[in-house]
C-alpha cells in the first residue's frame, strides 16, 4: 500500500536558520514519482518538485533542495537561509505508475520562519 | 494566463441545502480531481477524472457527485451537505494523470455547514 509519512507536524525556526523538512515513503512499485507542494498562508498550493524514483540525483534550486534516497525511501527536503516567505504547510506526495489515477498526500509540515 | 478556477471561494450553507462548487481549467487537461484539506489529514482525494465522462471515485467520496460532460469543467455537487462536510476544498488538474504531471490547483473554496 502506498503511504506519505510526514512527521514533523510543526517546525520554528529563526530566519537565516537552514531547516529540513522530512518525507517517508511507502510503496511496492518500483517505478513512482515523489512531489512537493507548498500551501502559504494565502491557501493556494503550488508545486514545487517531482523526482522519478530512477533518479536519485539531489537537486537544488536557488535556497531550496532535495535529498531522495532509496535505501531509506525518503525525500527530504531543505531550505538553506530560511526566510520568512518560507513560512507555509509543505506537502509531500507520492504517486505510482500502476495507480496512475492516485496520488497520494503526506499531513504536511507546518512551516513557521520567525523574524 | 493558464490556471484552474474554482468559485465561489467562500461559502456559508445549512444542512440540507444543496450546493455546487464550480470548477474550471484552461489548459486542456485531461485529468482532474477534487480533494479536501481538513486539519490533521492532510488532502483526501473526493473524485477524480481521466477524462470527459470518465469519473472514479476517491478516498471519501461519501455525500458528493461529481460530473465532466466537458473537458474543461468538473463540479463538485452536494446533494444534502451535512456540517462534517465543511472543510476546505480544491480543485486540481493535470495533463494526464496524477502520475507523473504536477497537479494544478485551484485557490480553494471554504465551505462551512451549519
Known amino acids: 500500500a502506498q503511504k506519505v509519512t510526514q512527521a514533523q507536524t510543526e517546525i520554528s525556526v529563526v530566519e537565516k536558520e537552514d531547516v529540513t523538512l522530512d518525507c517517508v515513503y511507502e510503496?511496492?512499485?518500483?517505478?513512482?514519482?515523489l512531489f512537493w507542494y507548498k500551501q502559504p498562508p494565502s491557501g493556494e498550493l503550488v508545486f514545487l518538485i517531482r523526482r522519478n524514483s530512477f533518479d536519485e540525483q539531489n537537486e537544488i534550486s536557488g535556497r531550496y533542495s532535495w535529498n531522495f534516497q532509496k535505501s531509506t525511501s525518503s525525500f527530504n527536503f531543505t531550505i538553506t537561509a530560511s526566510q520568512v516567505v518560507d513560512s507555509a504547510v509543505y506537502f509531500c506526495?507520492?504517486?505510482?505508475?500502476?495507480?496512475?489515477?492516485?496520488?497520494?498526500f503526506g499531513k504536511g509540515t507546518r512551516l513557521h520562519i520567525l523574524p | 494566463e493558464a490556471q484552474v478556477t474554482q468559485n465561489p471561494r467562500y461559502l456559508i450553507t445549512v444542512t440540507g441545502k444543496k450546493l455546487t462548487v464550480t470548477c474550471s481549467q484552461n489548459m486542456n487537461h485531461e485529468y482532474m480531481s477534487w480533494y479536501r484539506q481538513d486539519p490533521g489529514l492532510g488532502l483526501r482525494q473526493i473524485y477524480y477524472s481521466m477524462n470527459v465522462e470518465v469519473t472514479d471515485k476517491g478516498d471519501v467520496p461519501e455525500g458528493y457527485k461529481v460530473s465532466r460532460k466537458e473537458k474543461r469543467n468538473f463540479p463538485l455537487i452536494l446533494e444534502s451537505p451535512s456540517p462534517n462536510q465543511t472543510s476546505l476544498y480544491f480543485c486540481a488538474s493535470s495533463f494526464y494523470s496524477s502520475y507523473n504531471s504536477p497537479l494544478h490547483f485551484g485557490n480553494g473554496t471554504r465551505l462551512t455547514v451549519t
Open positions: 510503496t511496492r512499485d518500483t517505478t513512482y514519482y
Open positions: 506526495a507520492l504517486s505510482e505508475a500502476e495507480r496512475d489515477d492516485k496520488i497520494i
